[in-house]
């Protein structure tokens, strides 16, 4: 989950003091401070990865961690939707790497090779109509039930992201 600077914040929270720091970073959280019938709140808003987001819609949960043992009075929410493209942008300072790479992920892959020693999930075929990961030829097939869980699908996954990410960091690195 990435810190987003929630509109209008109040104030910035930085680490505590007896934070450490060297295993786990913690990032300043800009907050906004808020009166309810109930007493005095902090929101903070937080945008899920394109990584995370996939995982969300394939049903994972989300976890909330507080630190300490005494829990305060807490509540998970949704945000306002930002505008952008359709009207569907899930965060508005995403680059359009970050974006087209979420809508990738969402769309899912084109096609599967439908030998059964590979099954590798592909979203278009190689020249001459081979799947490009066993070169077999005529066993590309547009239609198949995903298997989200299956390591040919992961692969796929981490294919897409290191196509949208490397682009976007060696613009980032000049
Ligand atoms: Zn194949």
Redesign the pocket.
């Known amino acids: 989950m990435k810190i987003r600077r929630i509109e209008g914040a109040t104030r910035m929270l930085g680490a505590p003091a007896d934070w450490n720091g060297t295993d786990v970073p913690c990032d300043a959280l800009p907050i906004l401070d808020t009166e309810t019938a109930e007493g005095h709140f902090m929101v903070s808003e937080w945008a899920p990865e394109a990584t995370e987001l996939n995982a969300l819609q394939r049903g994972a949960p989300l976890r909330l961690w507080v630190r300490g043992t005494n829990h305060p009075v807490v509540a998970l929410g949704v945000g306002e939707t930002p505008e952008g493209i359709a009207g569907q942008r899930p965060y508005a300072e995403a680059d359009a790497n970050e974006l087209r790479l979420e809508l990738v992920l969402r769309a899912g892959p084109s096609y599967r090779?439908e030998?059964r020693e590979?099954?590798?999930y592909h979203d278009r075929p190689d020249r001459f109509d081979r799947?490009p990961?066993?070169m077999?030829k005529g066993?590309?097939c547009g239609s198949f039930e995903r298997e989200t869980t299956s390591t040919h699908y992961l692969d796929w996954v981490a294919r897409q992201i290191s196509r949208y990410r490397k682009p976007a960091a060696e613009v980032a690195n000049g």
């Open positions: 090779c030998h590979c099954r590798a799947c990961t066993c077999r066993y590309l």
